[in-house]
């Protein structure tokens, strides 16, 4: 079986995000592709987030938390609602819930797209945050994958 992975028609690996997917654009979340899921994948998690924020905002930063992707979703199309496919979409660190585009204040900064396969579904609110997440998903990952894009003021 081929191993999990996490692509974007809108860019490659260690490529530049388009501007459109930023906040303070048209703050939609890019297109995304999911192969190779291990058989016993139940679900997914996609945690998009900006280590590179630690410096001026003093952490790292989410932009996207999302659980209970079905395990057979092939495809995220761009501006997608996760509501409409029965997933749910936590708070992001600007306060709102679903996608909050890249918006780094000081210089280009790597923003990871984090893509995990879960055995089980997650009985989570959308109050949830992604510390509350990543714990009811220890012990039932059995897949990750990640793909990186940068994003410049």
């Known amino acids: 079986m081929a191993d999990l992975q996490l692509t974007s028609p809108a860019f490659a690996d260690g490529a530049a995000i388009p501007e459109r997917y930023g906040y303070t654009e048209d ?5 995304l592709e999911i192969s190779g899921a291990p058989s016993s994948t139940e679900t997914f998690l996609i945690v998009v987030d900006d280590p590179d924020a630690r410096e001026p905002a003093g952490k790292i930063w989410d932009h996207w938390v999302v659980w209970n992707i079905d395990g057979d979703t092939e495809s995220v199309p761009e501006g997608w ?14 306060g709102e819930t679903g996608w909050g585009g890249p918006n780094p ?33 220890e012990g039932c990952v059995v897949g990750k994958a990640q793909l990186e894009g940068t994003y410049a003021p």
Request: glycine share 4%.
């Open 81 to 94: 609602d996760p509501e409409d496919a029965g997933a749910v979409a936590g708070e992001n660190d600007y």
């Open 27 to 31: 703050n939609v979340n890019p297109p």
């Open 105 to 137: 204040p000081d210089r280009e900064h790597t923003y990871r797209f984090l893509l995990y396969a879960l055995d089980d579904r997650l009985d989570l609110s959308a109050a949830a945050t992604k510390d509350d997440v990543y714990d009811a998903a």
